[in-house]
């Protein structure tokens, strides 16, 4: 007797994956892709190509067969660079142990987070913040929760909201200055107030310094650089903003060799290396990209002076972005939401903006604008919203 009936397969998924949300950011995109005529003030990376010499560089390692993996924690001689680098932000990092290039600086924090917590650990993340942090939080059975930013402080965190929400199982926070979606930076004594908290409760940071180069008033200050915190940060940074480097996917982490040995060891296995031709290119970057470097820097600011002052003045309040290049203006006077102000924006005005509330709770009432596109592009959209905002 043969056994006709078989079992019906049951898709066998992970329970904390299918609780997490896709990314907010790309349901705009899906929507905008089907239409015409669409200004995207939504993305998040620079309109400019990668410099040409730095291609060239990538071009010349293919030309001469360099196509093998590298050494696990990325060629020497870029992490040398990197060290190099990183030390005009009064760092010091050990290019053998304490450097790993990764694939992307969302690969750095996901190492980051898989290296140090552990199921049921707290990590505080100062909120609105970049899409990936809580649910990567999630992934590796920790706990996040929200520190919450304003805009009548220029959404910079403050020590006592941190220390509130400090508990017995609080392991780490994950700090993003310059931020995104707010463009707010941190400056050195506000910084240090942070640090004071942090090292009363012992906790371990995070501190993704990926737009460290894009700041236009002060200079950055890097949270290791801080007195007593160079040995409990993990700092991340990478290529794709300061460099316009996005598509290469090419970023790195920096930390006390304590934690860098086992953020390798995850490496090893989850990836390997990072691409090789990529490498190269960063070592290009990093050895005459300075300049190119600089020259975006000046656009940004430019843009960003234009596209601020032109938003106040169609009623739409928005504080000055110390960094990065994201404008995040307040919508409330219009009476809508974040999600409703961005999906008929774009569905009546073909400009594509994030709501805030992607970028967590605190970023209800807020949209984030990208100014890293051109000046003919930035005032087009901002005519079709001021348009917009008169029809509400």
Request: with cysteine; glycine share 8%.
């Amino acid at each position: 007797m043969t056994m006709s009936n078989h079992l019906k397969h049951q898709p066998r998924l992970s329970q904390t994956v299918k609780q997490i949300k896709p990314s907010g950011i790309r349901r705009f995109f899906d929507l905008a892709s089907t239409m015409e005529d669409v200004i995207s003030l939504g993305v998040g990376e620079p309109d400019f190509s990668t410099p040409w010499n730095v291609r060239e560089a990538s071009i010349a390692s293919l030309e001469q067969g360099i196509t093998s993996y590298t050494a696990n924690a990325g060629l020497l001689e870029l992490r040398q660079l990197i060290s190099g680098y990183l030390s005009k932000f009064d760092t010091n990092y050990s290019p053998e142990n304490e450097i790993v290039v990764t694939v992307g600086a969302s690969e750095g924090i996901d190492l980051a987070l898989r290296a140090t917590i552990n199921p049921g650990d707290e990590v505080l993340i100062v909120e609105p913040c970049f899409v990936s942090y809580a649910p990567l939080v999630s992934l590796v059975g920790g706990i996040p929760v929200a520190v919450p930013t304003s805009i009548e402080n220029g959404f910079k965190v403050i020590a006592t909201e941190i220390e509130q929400r400090v508990t017995n199982k609080t392991k780490c926070i994950l700090l993003s200055y310059p931020n995104n979606p707010t463009g707010a930076i941190m400056e050195k004594d506000e910084l240090e107030e942070i640090a004071q908290i942090i090292q009363k409760h012992d906790l371990l940071v995070i501190s993704d310094e990926i737009y460290a180069e894009l700041t236009y008033d002060v200079n950055h200050v890097s949270v290791p650089a801080l007195k007593g915190m160079w040995e409990r940060t993990i700092l991340i940074s990478g290529f794709s903003k300061s460099f316009a480097m996005t598509g290469w996917r090419l970023g790195y982490v920096a930390a006390p060799e304590v934690y860098a040995k086992e953020m390798l060891k995850i490496h090893q296995y989850a990836m390997m290396c990072a691409s090789t031709m990529a490498q190269y290119a960063a070592i290009e970057a990093l050895t005459n990209g300075r300049e190119e470097m600089e020259n975006m820097k000046v656009s940004y600011k430019q843009r960003r002076n234009f596209f601020v002052k032109s938003l106040k003045g169609i009623g739409l309040d928005c504080h000055i972005p110390g960094g990065a290049f994201y404008a995040f203006p307040s919508i409330t006077s219009t009476g809508l939401t974040s999600e409703e102000f961005a999906e008929k924006l774009l569905i009546e005005e073909h400009v594509a903006v994030v709501p805030g509330t992607v970028f967590g709770a605190g970023g209800e009432g807020h949209i984030r604008c990208s100014y890293a596109t051109s000046l003919q592009q930035l005032e087009e959209a901002l005519k079709r919203i001021d348009r917009f905002i008169k029809n509400c």
